[in-house]
């Protein structure tokens, strides 16, 4: 027999203004709510999502789409590939890969842009610019493209 729980994991939810389920009991310190269900602790979050839109396919991540870890509103999460998640997700790596221009405000476009071997972005502009740079400096050759 199922536990039914719904009762239980309601109770430790308030609704914020945005729509926010804001999780009020035990948290996790990355602001994940936890709940213990079926003798197991899981995350509030996840257990929300599986009650309403079925189970989480394999290798997904539960993304929030409002950014608020400790909310569990089924309708604020997705299950997204990990790499989606962390492209999405707030910090320095986000930034970079959210980023459309490089730091001289040329864009980042399929034809400006290439990967440099550890993976990051480089702007084909900046990098005629620096070798044109580099041929004037060294042998006093101008070119046009700088
Ligand atoms: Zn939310
Ligand atoms: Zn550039």
């Not at 989606?84 to 476009?109: E, K, P, S, Y």
Request: charged share 30%; proline share 3%.
């Amino acid at each position: 027999m199922r536990e039914d729980w719904t009762d239980r994991f309601l109770a430790k939810i308030t609704e914020a203004d945005n729509g926010c389920w804001e999780w009020q009991a035990a948290r996790l310190p990355t602001g994940y709510g936890r709940f213990y269900l079926n003798g197991k602790h899981r995350y509030a979050h996840r257990v929300a999502y599986e009650a309403v839109k079925g189970p989480i396919p394999d290798g997904l991540v539960i993304d929030h789409l409002c950014r608020n870890t400790s909310c569990a509103n089924p309708d604020h999460l997705e299950a997204v590939t990990n790499r989606v998640n962390v492209l999405r997700g707030v910090g320095f790596f986000a930034d970079r890969a959210r980023q459309t221009r490089c730091i001289r405000g040329h864009r980042f476009d399929a034809a400006n842009t290439y990967r440099a071997r550890n993976g990051t972005r480089k702007c084909r502009t900046c990098r005629r610019a620096a070798a044109c740079e580099y041929r004037r400096r060294r042998r006093g050759v101008r070119c046009a493209a700088a």
